[in-house]
């Protein structure tokens, strides 16, 4: 639904305001003042949206997310020039590896963006429920990137106001207090987001959406009662599972920020002639000829978890023989022969400039949050209700009862990757599961040709990046890197 990618409207204004990321590059750190900016609550408004922008980077949700699904055994990327496949079979991986350092670059990009608006809208004379809302709406995404950011590299710099260069150079935080500041935020977000929005502020975070982060990190950091906690709230908030039928539809521009099960989703908006603001995620896939080969491919290691009547194996890969966009799929352009579809849509002239959101946050994740909470808190009996609405959506039969609590954290964990699949979620499960997982997990992808996957301990966080400590001597690298 273009007409309602609102957020997206002042874009050419953002970017002019915020500029090109060259001095981020260098040290994402430090930022600059704006003594003739923030005086007014439209100039408030513009800071948020440069805020929101930041998601829309390749190594953010435009590619990195849905990209980092191939360095999983769920996926395949064949080139070197981005780093992904170096990083899948680990050789080559280190500190000044391009995409540990971009992620960082472009997390505290945000961070410094979030922060000159948290710092400088308190003093501007505007309406109060709307100052309220638009810091919500910067410490939800704050707290967003620096979730992502101890999710990767554990322990990081805490950056909370606008800094100087020489005050930039700071040591790293660690991860347990940076948690705190995320659940606080999180909390504010909650307060003072509200349920929904008009039609020309579509996209922008909700109440929902804080809860549904709150209920991801404090499972991730295995806080089990507060992630029931969190979940539990979805009750009343009016989210629930689209049909079957529409599982496909939800993550094409048909059904975006416009379906029961969408909390949060990055908005892109293809066909504008901006640089930049529309997704790439059909040039990726190599579903349809004009697309060219494929970046990266589902591996036949990730087929095979699927049973045949599972609808989510037809909505997410695209196989040989498959009529996909009037033509039928022949694996040509995929080393697998597979290819990904969620999130492509089937037009042979979108390419770098696609309309299809980035959905973050739905209910079947809360679900499956809920189930894994229940489960490593209280045992399988909470967790079934929950993980069944999702097998039983997909065209599975109810899990059997009398599970063991491995059992079922087996089962959860399956369902997790297949659901998920593609969404940015799988590689950070392996990540907080722990070194065994990632390691079976790499080494269990042995179908594609020439392809062998190392595993070394060190992967179970990523390098801090190399470029940084040059220039911040007070940066201690993570162990074996």
């Not at 948020?48 to 435009?62: C, F, K, M, P, S």
């Not at 260069?165 to 977000?189: C, G, M, P, Y």
């Not at 029931?228 to 496909?248: C, H, M, R, W």
């Not at 595993?455 to 220039?471: A, C, D, G, M, S």
Request: charged share 20%.
């Amino acid at each position: 639904m273009k007409k309602m990618k609102r957020i997206f409207l002042p874009i050419i204004l953002v970017l002019t305001f915020f500029g090109c990321s060259s001095e981020l590059d260098l040290l994402p750190l430090n930022t600059v003042t704006e003594p003739t900016f923030w005086k007014t609550s439209d100039d408030a408004i513009t800071g948020v949206n440069g805020v929101y922008n930041t998601l829309a980077d390749n190594y953010q949700y435009r590619d990195f997310f849905i990209h980092s699904d191939a360095i999983t055994n769920n996926g395949y990327s064949q080139y070197t020039f981005n780093s992904y496949l170096e990083m899948s079979d680990g050789s080559g991986f280190d500190s000044s590896s391009s995409i540990p350092t971009q992620v960082w670059n472009r997390c505290y990009e945000g961070i410094v963006r979030a922060n000159r608006v948290i710092t400088n809208i308190p003093d501007i004379e505007m309406d109060t429920n709307l100052k309220n809302r638009v810091l919500g709406e910067s410490r939800f995404l704050r707290a967003l990137f620096y979730s992502t950011l101890i999710n990767l590299y554990g322990d990081v710099p805490l950056i909370l106001e606008i800094q100087s260069i020489e005050e930039s150079l700071v040591s790293r935080t660690a991860k347990s207090e940076i948690l705190a500041q995320i659940l606080e935020d999180l909390d504010f977000a909650e307060a003072n987001l509200p349920s929904s929005y008009s039609s020309q502020d579509i996209g922008r975070a909700t109440k929902a959406a804080a809860i549904g982060l709150k209920s991801r990190v404090y499972l991730y950091n295995q806080q089990y009662g507060e992630a029931i906690s969190e979940a539990n709230k979805f009750g009343t908030l009016g989210y629930d599972l689209v049909p079957a039928e529409q599982f496909s539809d939800m993550f094409l521009p048909v059904l975006e920020n416009d379906n029961s099960e969408s909390i949060f989703e990055v908005q892109f908006l293809g066909q504008t002639g901006v640089a930049n603001v529309g997704s790439m995620f059909n040039q990726n896939s190599g579903t349809l000829k004009t697309f060219g080969s494929s970046v990266f491919s589902p591996v036949e290691e990730f087929v095979a978890i699927f049973d045949d009547e599972d609808i989510r194996l037809t909505a997410t890969v695209l196989r040989p023989g498959d009529v996909f966009g009037e033509e039928i799929y022949d694996g040509v352009n995929s080393p697998t022969t597979y290819a990904y579809k969620k999130f492509v849509t089937p037009d042979p002239t979108v390419t770098t400039d696609g309309d299809a959101n980035f959905v973050v946050l739905r209910y079947a994740e809360i679900l499956l949050n809920l189930a894994e909470a229940q489960n490593e808190l209280n045992g399988p009996d909470g967790a079934y209700a929950p993980i069944n609405r999702i097998r039983n959506r997909a065209g599975l039969d109810d899990l059997s009862t009398g599970l063991t609590k491995e059992q079922m954290r087996d089962a959860i964990k399956l369902e997790r990757r297949k659901e998920l699949a593609f969404e940015g979620h799988h590689y950070f499960d392996l990540l907080r599961y722990g070194g065994d997982d990632l390691k079976e997990a790499m080494e269990s992808v042995t179908s594609v040709i020439g392809h062998t996957r190392v595993f070394q301990e060190r992967f179970t966080l990523w390098p801090i990046p190399q470029p940084q400590i040059n220039i911040n001597p007070n940066l201690a690298q993570n162990p074996g890197w």
